[in-house]
């Protein structure tokens, strides 16, 4: 018997058994587990953004740099054309999404993506989908900041 002592002098007298407790263990375990893996599985559609959070000068310089070892301005993927300064969310063949500015693709078929906190160079052949969102006048803005 378990004895809850409220305010006021209320008492809950609760009359479990060692199976009721250990069957309520058990579903609390599954569904802890459960929410964890609904978690992880939605914070990566919910977790990436486009607000970049570098300084302008350093944005520059990584930009000059990253557009010089990625230097074709249109990447061709799957029948689509993306150019520089989009901004595109792209879905990897391990399930992995983000989201950011096009800086190019390299003559070894690799792209370039500036996201808000990391600069990812990714194999195109491991690409599942990219999607468009948002075109390159909508884009400028991470460029010219």
Same mark, same amino acid.
């Given at each position: ?11 809950? $007298? @609760?009359?479990?058994?060692?199976? /009721?407790? &250990?069957?309520?263990?058990? *579903?609390?375990?599954?569904? !802890? ?39 074709? $301005? @249109?990447?061709?993927?799957?029948? /689509?054309? &993306?150019?520089?300064?989009? *901004?595109?969310?792209?879905? !990897? ?53």
């Amino acid at each position: 018997m378990i004895r809850w002592i409220l305010r006021k002098g209320y008492t809950v $007298d @609760v009359h479990l058994s060692a199976e /009721e407790i &250990f069957y309520a263990a058990i *579903i609390a375990g599954v569904l !802890t587990i459960a929410v964890e893996f609904l978690l992880s599985r939605f914070s990566l559609m919910f977790a990436h953004s486009t607000v970049f959070e570098y300084e302008s000068s350093e944005l520059e310089r990584i930009l000059k740099k990253c557009s010089s070892l990625f230097p074709k $301005d @249109v990447v061709k993927f799957k029948g /689509e054309t &993306f150019r520089r300064g989009m *901004i595109l969310r792209i879905t !990897t063949q391990e399930r992995r999404v983000f989201e950011g500015g096009l800086v190019g693709q390299n003559f070894d078929n690799m792209i370039c993506v500036v996201t808000s906190k990391h600069i990812i160079a990714h194999d195109l052949g491991s690409i599942k989908e990219i999607r468009l969102v948002a075109g390159i006048g909508e884009a400028r803005s991470w460029q010219n900041r």
